[in-house]
């Protein structure tokens, strides 16, 4: 089971930008799907976004599609999500996850459910301030 660290959340004004990082180990990245979710005080955890070994294809919620990427970089074994045009409302822990489910129908039916992923990080705090 591949083990994550989430790194590079911060405290920055609505509108800037910023990259979070899941380094991976104890397993090659590109063998996963891998999400980012959020979670906000009071708030249940989110899906932001999610890539798959599957062609590569990358999901977003409708909230961040525009303004939020993530990407692979198999050299390094890390995922990033980079933010742009940050709001008030981006404010949570983010967590990346990776699951080690290799059914593709299983996969993108739920990649957006929590459920899917058995890995996890222990979160990397966002806050962005109006």
């Known amino acids: 089971q591949v083990q994550l660290g989430e790194s590079g959340g911060g405290l920055v004004q609505a509108g800037d930008s910023l990259r979070v990082s899941c380094a991976a180990s104890g397993g090659s990245i590109d063998n996963y799907a891998v999400a980012w979710f959020r979670q906000a005080p009071g708030k249940e955890r989110e899906f932001v976004s999610a890539i798959s070994w599957i062609g590569g294809t990358t999901y977003y919620a409708d909230s961040v599609k525009g303004r939020f990427t993530i990407s692979i970089d198999n050299a390094k074994n890390t995922v990033y999500l980079q933010m742009n045009s940050l709001k008030p409302e981006d404010t949570a822990v983010y967590y990346c996850?990776?699951?080690?489910?290799?059914?593709?129908?299983?996969?993108?039916?739920?990649?957006?459910?929590?459920?899917?992923?058995?890995?996890w990080g222990q979160g990397t705090q966002v806050t962005v301030s109006s």
């Open positions: 996850a990776a699951s080690s489910t290799k059914a593709p129908a299983v996969v993108v039916n739920n990649i957006r459910k929590s459920g899917l992923y058995d890995s």
